[in-house]
C-alpha cells in the first residue's frame, strides 16, 4: 500500500557526509513511524535509525550514534537521514521502512540506495 523511493546515496571519502532522502506515498504519512536499515555484502541487516509519526522521538543503533541523524517532513512525505562524519565500514545498501503502528514491525520497504565510504 505505501511505496517508498530512497534517493542521495553515492560514493564519499572517509570523514564526509551525506544526506539520504526517502520519499513516501500517500496522505497519512505523519501516521507512519519510520525507520532506516542497511545491509553490507556478508552481512545481516542492520538496525541504523528510526524516528515516530510526528517526529517527538528518535533512536539510533550504536554503531552511529553521533555521527547520524533521523528527520522527517510529513508535509512533504519525506524522511532523511543525515550521515557525517562517515567510515569505510558504513559501506552498505541503506533502506527505509514504515511501521504502521507503534510497536509494529516494519511492514513497507524501499528498494534501498548504495552508500560507499572510501578510505
Known amino acids: 500500500q505505501v511505496q517508498l523511493v530512497e534517493s542521495g546515496g553515492g560514493l564519499v571519502q572517509a570523514g564526509g557526509s551525506l544526506r539520504l532522502s526517502c520519499a513516501a506515498s500517500?496522505?497519512?504519512?505523519?501516521?507512519?513511524?519510520m525507520g532506516w536499515f542497511r545491509q553490507a555484502p556478508g552481512k545481516e541487516r542492520e538496525f541504523v535509525a528510526a524516528?515516530?509519526?510526528?517526529?517527538?522521538?528518535?533512536y539510533y543503533g550504536d554503531s552511529v550514534k553521533g555521527r547520524f541523524t533521523i528527520s522527517r517532513d510529513n508535509a512533504k512525505n519525506t524522511v532523511y537521514l543525515q550521515m557525517n562524519s562517515l567510515k569505510p565500514e558504513d559501506t552498505a545498501v541503506y533502506r527505509c521502512a514504515a511501521q504502521p503502528h507503534m510497536g509494529s514491525e516494519y511492514e513497507y520497504w524501499g528498494q534501498g540506495t548504495q552508500v560507499t565510504v572510501s578510505s
Open positions: 524516528i515516530r509519526g510526528r517526529g517527538g522521538s528518535t
Open positions: 500517500g496522505r497519512t504519512f505523519s501516521a507512519y513511524g
